[in-house]
């Protein structure tokens, strides 16, 4: 008798071994695709840079038309846009900024110093183009 209930043991036996078994692991997942970078800041970390960042004009009649627009990544004038590629704290109150622009289908690359004005008429940004000479332009906050 002892080989039949060997004979009916084994099917169970093999049932209960393949219960046993664990299920395989699962596939490795992709690694998952680097996020796009960011636009870089040139201003990131230079919060003093903050009173330069508006809209300015020479006379503030011309606010509507001829403004300068500045943020902490493009310098926009009336016949040109540029990208700010650096801006650098000198210690003094004044900024200096890398720019790439383009005016009138021309890309020139330049330099410029700003320097925010505070005065009891306003608030104002005195711009220094350093590649160019001449004389710095102090420029009035559009309201």
């Known amino acids: 008798m002892r080989p039949i209930a060997l004979l009916c043991a084994l099917p169970v036996l093999a049932i209960l071994a393949a219960c046993d078994q664990s299920p ?3 596939p490795p997942e ?3 695709a680097p996020a796009p970078a960011a636009p870089a800041n040139p201003a990131a970390g230079l919060e003093g840079a903050t009173p330069l960042f508006g809209s300015w004009a020479a006379d ?3 606010c509507g038309n001829f403004a300068v627009e500045i943020s902490a990544t493009r310098f926009l004038g009336a016949e ?3 990208d700010i590629t650096e801006l650098a704290d000198n210690g003094d109150g004044s900024f200096t900024a890398g720019l790439s622009c383009t005016s009138q289908g021309e890309s020139a690359s330049e330099r410029i110093r700003m ?3 505070f005065a009891p008429t306003g608030e104002g940004v005195t711009l220094d183009y350093l590649d160019r000479g001449g004389e710095p332009v102090t420029l009035l906050r559009c309201r």
Do not use: G
Request: aromatic share 0%; hydrophobic share 25%; proline share 33%.
């Open 60 to 62: 503030l009649t011309q």
């Open 115 to 117: 320097t925010p004005v």
């Open 24 to 26: 395989p692991p699962p």
């Open 80 to 82: 040109n846009q540029c």
């Open 30 to 32: 992709a690694p998952a």
